[in-house]
């Protein structure tokens, strides 16, 4: 299977400091895409980043993705109370375009 | 900004009965899909749609499924004899080309009793 595993499984840290979410996987891909969920809501996209890319930045968000170790991280500096909520990455094969989702990483911000 | 949009945002309906779950993607958009989140688990493929066909699906998505976009805006998904396992929050998505970025709707939560 090619999804996503996120690591650590919780993460809770103090308003304004640095969040860092890790995503690895399993065969070669053609994305990986960052996704947030607040409880019980839809899925919010983050960032994509191809598999020729090696970092991605969005606002207060940096991608990285290392295709040689299969794996990806999702930094969030600067963390806020609003930043609370799961985590996923999804990765979708070479050879199609289903995405597979990780069982995210539920990341608690205090404030 | 464009949003994919899903009714209804619960449905509540007992085994054995056929439910509708519709969608409407994103207008441009040229690829649908339906994912669905057993409470607590992880979001799972259900299947993925393209020029008025399937084109990728997964295990889960049995001979009790069906997907059909009717019309140029709606995509439904159909359940025709729900089962008790079938409880889940379901997620459409679209996308404007194969490998770009997937939009989610807010999800319908279905509960079959």
């Known amino acids: 299977s090619q999804q996503g595993e996120e690591d650590p499984q919780a993460l809770s840290i103090q308003e304004g400091e640095n969040a860092t979410m890790n995503c690895s996987y399993k065969t070669s891909i053609n994305n990986l895409q960052w996704y947030r969920q607040n409880s019980g809501r839809g899925l919010v996209h983050l960032i994509l980043?191809?598999?020729?890319?090696r970092e991605k930045h969005s606002g207060r968000l940096r991608v990285t993705l290392d295709t040689s170790k299969k794996s990806s991280s999702l930094l969030i500096t600067a963390s806020r109370a609003a930043d609370t909520a799961s985590y996923f990455c999804a990765t979708d094969a070479s050879n199609n375009n289903d995405m597979r989702f990780g069982a995210g990483t539920r990341l608690t911000v205090k404030p | 900004e464009p949003e994919v949009t899903q009714t209804p945002s619960h449905q509540v309906t007992q085994m054995g009965q056929e439910v509708i779950l519709r969608c409407v993607p994103i207008?441009?958009?040229?690829?649908f899909y339906w994912y669905r989140q057993i409470l607590g688990q992880k979001v799972e493929f259900l299947v993925s749609f393209y020029n008025n066909e399937i084109s990728e699906k997964s295990e889960i998505f049995d001979d009790q499924f069906s997907v059909e976009r009717p019309d140029g805006s709606n995509f439904t998904l159909k359940i025709r004899s729900t089962k008790l396992e079938d409880s889940a929050m379901y997620f459409c998505?679209?996308?404007?080309?194969?490998?770009?970025?997937?939009?989610f709707g807010p999800g319908t939560r279905l509960t079959v009793l």
């Open positions: 207008s441009n958009h040229l690829y």
């Open positions: 998505a679209s996308s404007a080309w194969r490998l770009d970025t997937q939009y």
């Open positions: 980043i191809r598999s020729n890319e």
